[in-house]
């Protein structure tokens, strides 16, 4: 056990930015319990995200004029309600998002020469395009936030890591 602390404290100290980098980042993914609010509802199994727009969006009964034909109760439909993905999508697709830039950064890590970008971001645009089409009235406003700054968060330590693994390189050759 005292040799895992003693490698621990050692890569701490060989990588400082890269272990605060990657404690920023998971950080920001336990802020998802504070950042998407849910409520578990009484016998259903599903969560439904608390917003406050969606609620005022629904008329209240009292404020139903005209509602009854012949003294019966008549339904009014709502047309502006918009058909919004499960804040657990969302949150499916910001943790595959990551998985895909850690595999990509440290696929040929070892042999690449040079800072590698552009996939990394065509990824992130398509992610946001992806968010941009299926969250109709932005509910889920979070998202593209989160995106990027995990993103970014992933992209300063892959940056880091391949400058230091420049610089022993040089050292060695």
């Not at 943790?95 to 990509?104: E, G």
């Not at 042999?111 to 889920?140: K, M, P």
């Not at 995106?147 to 400058?163: D, K, N, S």
Request: net charge negative; proline share 2%.
């Amino acid at each position: 056990m005292e040799n895992f602390f003693t490698t621990i404290r050692l890569s701490i100290n060989r990588y400082p930015v890269a272990f605060i980098l990657g404690g920023l980042l998971l950080i920001q993914l336990f802020s998802l319990i504070w950042v998407v609010p849910f409520v578990v509802t009484g016998d259903q199994e599903s969560d439904v995200l608390l917003t406050q727009g969606l609620s005022e969006s629904i008329p209240k009964l009292s404020e139903m004029k005209g509602a009854q034909i012949d003294s019966q109760a008549a339904a009014v439909v709502n047309e502006d309600v918009c058909n919004a993905v499960s804040a657990g999508v969302w949150i499916f697709l910001l943790f595959a998002y990551i998985a895909l830039l850690v595999y990509n950064f440290s696929y040929r890590f070892k042999e690449s020469v040079r800072i590698q970008w552009f996939w990394e971001l065509i990824y992130t645009l398509l992610f946001l395009l992806v968010w941009l089409l299926f969250d109709e009235c932005f509910i889920h406003s979070w998202f593209p936030f989160m995106l990027i700054e995990t993103g970014l968060i992933v992209f300063g330590i892959y940056a880091y890591l391949f400058e230091k693994k420049r610089s022993i390189e040089e050292l060695l050759f």
